[in-house]
């Protein structure tokens, strides 16, 4: 079975601090990746998506991640983060072998000080 | 707004009880997911359905739980006699039919409290 690992469980930066969040994933196929977070008090919202090409992948408000096959990771970077980058952020995999379910990682909860 | 909703929001029962929750996809999405979050977790897969047909159900998904999609737009989750072990975030999603795409718009979840 797929699994996802965040090993990050609360990162604490200051603003303008670079970020790196890893996450690695066991599935030796074909896979599709996303980061997903969660402001307080809000839905989840997708930041971005690897499902093939370039794997280099820029998302929403300054975020990418770069999938590294070699590795199973695909970790999600912001080069300066800010004081509403605060969240919970998630890493999920989808096996790319006509099953639609997500796989998630347990979050990172990020907390940016001012 | 145009995105998943769902009702309600937030849900107190006593063990024992039955409950059910909706979810209203976006409309043009014929894929419709379920999930469950517990504190300090990430979502865990429930169910989904294409249409009206139920294609897969997690070993989560307990003989309790059941859900329906009868006219494949909104969806029902019941749970028959809740546990305090059920108490957690219920969470839907939705996708469209595309081949190789898979991008799945949450809702903002129902949460179910068990006494």
């Known amino acids: 079975a797929q699994s996802v690992s965040q090993h990050n469980h609360h990162v604490i930066l200051s603003e303008a601090a670079s970020l790196e969040l890893g996450c690695n994933y066991s599935?030796?196929?074909?896979?599709?990746l996303f980061w997903y977070v969660q402001y307080p008090g809000q839905h989840l919202q997708l930041l971005l998506k690897?499902?093939?090409?370039?794997?280099l992948v820029k998302g929403i408000k300054g975020f990418e991640a770069e999938f590294i096959k070699s590795k199973f990771s695909f970790n999600l970077r912001k080069p300066s983060v800010q004081w509403s980058d605060t969240a919970e952020y998630f890493c999920?995999?989808?096996?790319?072998?006509?099953?639609?379910?997500?796989?998630f990682g347990s979050g990172t909860r990020l907390q940016v000080q001012p | 707004d145009t995105g998943v909703s769902q009702d309600p929001r937030h849900k107190i029962t006593k063990r024992g009880q039955n409950v059910t929750f909706r979810c209203d996809p976006i409309?043009?999405?014929?894929?419709l997911y379920w999930y469950r979050q517990t504190l300090g977790q990430g979502p865990e897969f429930l169910t989904y359905f294409q249409n009206e047909a139920q294609l897969e159900k997690s070993r989560l998904l307990s003989d309790r739980f059941s859900a329906e999609r009868p006219k494949g737009s909104f969806s029902t989750l019941e749970i028959q006699r809740t546990e305090q072990g059920d108490s957690a975030m219920y969470l839907c999603?939705?996708?469209?039919?595309?081949?190789?795409?898979?991008?799945?718009?949450f809702g903002p979840g129902t949460r179910l409290t068990v006494l």
């Open positions: 690897y499902f093939s090409g370039d794997p």
């Open positions: 999920a995999v989808n096996a790319g072998t006509g099953r639609r379910a997500l796989t």
């Open positions: 999603a939705s996708s469209l039919v595309v081949p190789g795409y898979n991008e799945q718009f």
């Open positions: 409309s043009e999405h014929n894929r």
């Open positions: 599935y030796g196929g074909t896979v599709n």
